[in-house]
């Protein structure tokens, strides 16, 4: 058994069709009907039920199908990391992060690297602090920017930088007019809060209780804007972090004086586990653009 007769197979198995199968593999049909045939011998058991119309997988066959696919897929990876070994000014960096991060933080630092490293590109998403966390811990992405509460065993982590988050009010409320307040005078307010899913939830939560009360909520959002919308529309107040061009007709943003309101952002990969060269170089720019960033804050 070879990497070709999976191959074969696959396609085989994708097409139903030893004419367009064979085709597709610029193969002879004898030749292709030869090789699955010793392929069905060396797994003891035919594969395919032969139809007037042409072939179909038959039980035994769905459940090599589903093997082959995954050892095809593995070894396709082993090429790829070893290709990256050998390649290191090439790649695709897999990179998740949270929302506020998405209009200037990330793609400055992306712009800035691929000015050094051209060849190395990137497939971003946006989601979550505990999608990312998942997502990072379970190898689907190479590094998250978000926002972890506790610290993770397999993971290692970088802060890069601290966020305020602020009070926002609608525009008639009896504290728009504030620069700065005290959280503890919105304790009879009710809250525009995050989802559960979001790490903000519980953030937003712990600092209300530093000030002294439980938030009442009214409504719960997933992001920002969301929350900003349902606060402009009188349904509560809400703490958020700064959003660039967040639209400030309908809210007022309002610096909370006390308690401490700054939450942070930390860079986050895997400790284990393969880490391809463009992963490798980017971890490192971003660590040396954090040091100058606060040399240059000093």
């Not at 191959?7 to 064979?22: D, E, G, I, N």
């Not at 000015?115 to 505990?130: A, E, S, V, W, Y």
């Amino acid at each position: 058994m070879d990497m070709y007769q999976l191959k074969y197979f696959q396609t085989l198995a994708r097409m139903c069709s030893f004419t367009k199968a064979a085709d597709e593999l610029v193969l002879s049909q004898p030749a292709l009907s030869r090789s699955i045939s010793r392929l069905e011998k060396e797994v003891g058991v035919p594969l395919f039920e032969r139809k007037s119309r042409g072939i179909v997988l038959n039980r035994y066959g769905e459940v090599f199908l589903k093997h082959v696919n995954q050892a095809v897929w593995q070894i396709e990876e082993a090429k790829q990391e070893i290709h990256n070994m050998v390649d290191p000014a090439h790649g695709t960096i897999l990179l998740s992060f949270i929302q506020p991060l998405g209009s200037s933080f990330v793609p400055d630092l992306i712009s800035d690297f691929q000015k050094q490293k051209p060849g190395i590109q990137f497939h971003l998403t946006q989601d979550t602090t505990n999608i990312i966390l998942s997502k990072v811990e379970s190898a689907e992405i190479d590094i998250g920017f978000c926002t972890p509460q506790e610290p993770l065993e397999n993971l290692s982590y970088l802060p890069i930088m601290q966020q305020e988050l602020f009070l926002i009010v609608y525009k008639d409320h009896r504290l728009a007019f504030k620069d700065q307040v005290d959280l503890s005078e919105l304790a009879n307010d009710p809250f525009v809060l995050y989802k559960p899913e979001s790490v903000l939830h519980d953030m937003v939560e712990k600092i209300c209780h530093d000030a002294g009360f439980h938030p009442q909520k009214s409504f719960e959002a997933f992001e920002e804007r969301t929350v900003a919308g349902l606060v402009g529309a009188k349904f509560g107040v809400a703490l958020i972090p700064f959003v660039p061009g967040l639209d400030m007709q309908k809210v007022s943003l309002i610096r909370i004086r006390k308690p401490h309101s700054l939450i942070v952002i930390q860079m986050v990969w895997r400790t284990n586990g393969y880490i391809s060269p463009a992963v490798t170089h980017f971890k490192s720019f971003a660590e040396n653009t954090l040091r100058i960033a606060k040399k240059v804050e000093l």
